[in-house]
């Protein structure tokens, strides 16, 4: 019943921005802590970003300084701004979410988004 949608990826040329989100909806009473990952092809998955339930944020090195992530007041929206966007952003990346709270039935477990593409030309 937890539903991920990651949005507003795209194609950009090196340099530019993108603001990808991560909606999830579909389970009342439930906060969510939200992760960002990105996967290239042939490579890992990778953590990009993430905030926890206490708000703090973090970054994976390559992209700190440039990327923010932020999170709405419902705990349930994602958002990354993606600045001085390099091609070695070009990634799929994914919204992971583990929902938490008193009264959300679904605390404790992961929920993985499809995806928005990310490509960055020179």
């Known amino acids: 019943q937890v539903q991920v949608m990651e949005s507003g990826g795209g194609s950009v040329q090196a340099g530019g921005s993108l603001r990808l989100s991560c909606a999830a909806s579909?389970?009342?009473?439930?906060?969510?802590?939200m992760t960002w990952y990105r996967q290239a092809p042939g490579k890992e998955r990778e953590f990009v970003s993430g905030?926890?339930?206490?708000?703090?944020?973090s970054y994976a090195d390559s992209v700190k300084g440039r990327f923010a992530a932020s999170q709405d007041n419902a705990k349930s929206t994602l958002y990354l701004q993606m600045n001085s966007l390099k091609p070695e952003d070009t990634a799929m990346y994914y919204c992971?979410?583990?929902?938490?709270?008193?009264?959300?039935?679904?605390?404790?477990?992961?929920?993985w988004g499809k995806g928005t593409l990310v490509t960055i030309s020179s």
């Open positions: 905030i926890g339930s206490d708000g703090r944020t």
């Open positions: 579909g389970v009342p009473y439930c906060s969510y802590v």
């Open positions: 992971k979410t583990r929902p938490y709270g008193g009264f959300c039935d679904y605390r404790g477990m992961d929920y």
